[in-house]
């Protein structure tokens, strides 16, 4: 997000992957805030993280059944400015082509109701760093196809699970031998499929700014087995491939050890993932107790990292701004109004 001050009662807004603020104002992603002017000396209570949780993306992970821009409509009529969609069925590895109509509606009816930014979650099959060859080929191939799909029907991210080794062959390369310094065993195999996915799109796009990037996704391990799914790996990977930063899931974060509650544990996440972007929250509570490694997602508020821990991660200076994605149980159609609305009162509506 871009904060630029007009007339001394107004300041404007907007979201942008730009670095600079257009020149004019009349931005259909612009929110104008209004506010009286203050008598000579006197001093303002007006803050800008009150303008930021104004501004914050907030949304979830809507259906595609009937079609792509469906996901659209039901996000909006959640109220939501951001989403996160499935471009297939994400258990398997069998695709269907995605009609030219249909993504040229979906690009149509994204602008028309201004959801921004828009993820494409990844096939859940896909493992990066797995040690088997044919499984990592065939996970390179998914990834390129979903980041092709972002690509066409205009979706910001690709947000993707990293996976993990699940054995280490007598040729498998070594941290110490590939100059890395991670301790995690997955690590350099994942970097090597970023970089071909990567680089090959490179290639095509020749660094094109219409191309979507990569998130890389920490998962629910705890730490001692956290290999190539650690956050600190992810981070790393993501600096060396060229990947566009990471999505942060709280339930994921707390499972694998992370007392996000704390303002030491949330500065310890803070250090992992310095040095790389943070695009994307995953906000989500906890079944699970700390350190788990168990993957269970709960209702705000309702699971171990609670109210408070939820409020203080999304107010926490690193993350605060970031568009926040709720991927909570839905079992009852009041499941996501009721998350979204808990959701907005951590951030302060």
Known sequence: MILRKGAPEKLWAFWGKSSAAPKDDSLDDA???????LAAGKKSDFEIGSIINVMRRLGVHASIAGGLPKSLERARALGCSTLQIFSHNPRGWALTDIPEEEARRFRRLREKLGLDPVFIHACYLINLASANIGTREKSLLMLDEEMRR?????????????????????????????GGDTGDSGYVLLVQSLKKVLGSRKKRFRAGPQAAGLLLENAACPPQFGGAASIKTLALAAGSSGAAGLCLDTCHAFASGYDIRTASGLSELARQTQGVS????????????????????????KGRIGTGGLRRFIRFGPFRGL??????????ESDDPMNLEAARALIGR
């Open 278 to 301: 943070v695009r994307l929250v995953h906000l989500n509570d906890s079944k699970g107790q700390i350190g788990s490694g168990l993957d269970r997602h709960e209702h705000l508020g």
């Open 31 to 37: 929110v104008c805030l209004e506010f009286e002017p």
């Open 150 to 178: 972002a690509d066409l029907i205009g979706a910001d991210y690709v947000v993707v699970h990293a996976g993990q080794p699940a054995g280490r062959p007598a040729d498998y390369p070594s941290d110490h031998e590939s």
């Open 323 to 332: 568009p926040l994605v709720l991927e909570t149980p839905r079992k009852e």
